[in-house]
């Protein structure tokens, strides 16, 4: 007689993911103060996911690992602006952050006051990201990148396949890949480069992981994309 499935990967297939020089990217959510810092509004909901995945030295091994290999990398900033704050409807999470004060700008024009804020990198993966060559789009302002140029980047340096990593795993990371996919790009997720809020009865990051599994075309952790684009 055979065995029930434990476990959903047990059941799902795995289409696979080839990392092809050229075309391939690494792209990051959200590698912020207010998500990955102590220091950050959200610390005391993310902090423990954070924490527990090693999410801060897996973006860190992420992006070291891709431009080492020479492969390019996109970041998908979250800033809000002054004029941001006038909308007039909001969902959950958008009236909490807002309310909070999460990735708070003075202004699109201006960069004072950003540096050691809320927006800013996190102070890691900040020397990474402030290297030459990476490519910082312009922000999103809900989760998905349909209200950025993270696409149009994308498409203008010939890349058609991500590797996809950051904050915060059911929100913007999972937004992303489901953006991205139905714009035509062939989507994997670095599964420990992220992480969720922790909630009363309601762990987000393990919500993420199933969608993740479900719909990207492969879910491995960042050791494992990492010695990918090392070969």
């Keep these: 007689m055979t065995a029930e499935p434990q476990h959903y990967d047990e059941v799902l297939p795995n289409p696979g993911f080839e990392i092809t020089p050229g075309s391939t990217a690494v792209v990051i959510t959200d ?45 998908s900033p979250h800033y809000y602006y002054p004029t941001d704050h006038g909308w007039k409807f ?7 952050m807002h309310a909070i004060n999460m990735f708070d700008r003075k202004g699109a024009l ?61 929100l913007c990371v999972e937004a992303h890949m489901r953006d991205l996919i139905e714009d035509g790009f062939e989507v994997a997720i670095a599964k420990d480069a992220t992480a969720g809020a922790v909630l009363p009865k309601g762990d987000a990051y393990e919500a993420a992981l199933l969608n993740f599994r479900m719909i990207a075309s492969s879910v491995q952790t960042t050791d494992e994309w990492v010695d990918q684009l090392k070969s």
């Design 90 to 96: 909001e969902g959950a999470v958008e009236t909490m």
């Design 110 to 170: 201006t960069v004072d006051g950003f540096d050691g804020s809320g927006a800013d990198w996190e102070d890691t993966p900040k020397p990474l990201i402030e290297k030459d060559g990476v490519v910082v789009s312009s922000p999103h302002k809900v989760y998905g990148p349909k209200t950025n140029d993270l696409s149009l980047q994308l498409r203008k340096h010939g890349i058609s396949k991500v590797i996809l990593g950051g904050m915060s795993a059911n």
């Design 31 to 75: 590698p912020q103060v207010d998500f990955l810092s102590e220091d950050g509004v959200t610390w005391g909901i993310v902090g423990p996911s954070v924490e527990k995945n090693g999410t801060v030295s897996n973006l860190k091994k992420l992006i070291e690992a891709a431009q080492a290999s020479g492969t390019p990398v996109f970041v």
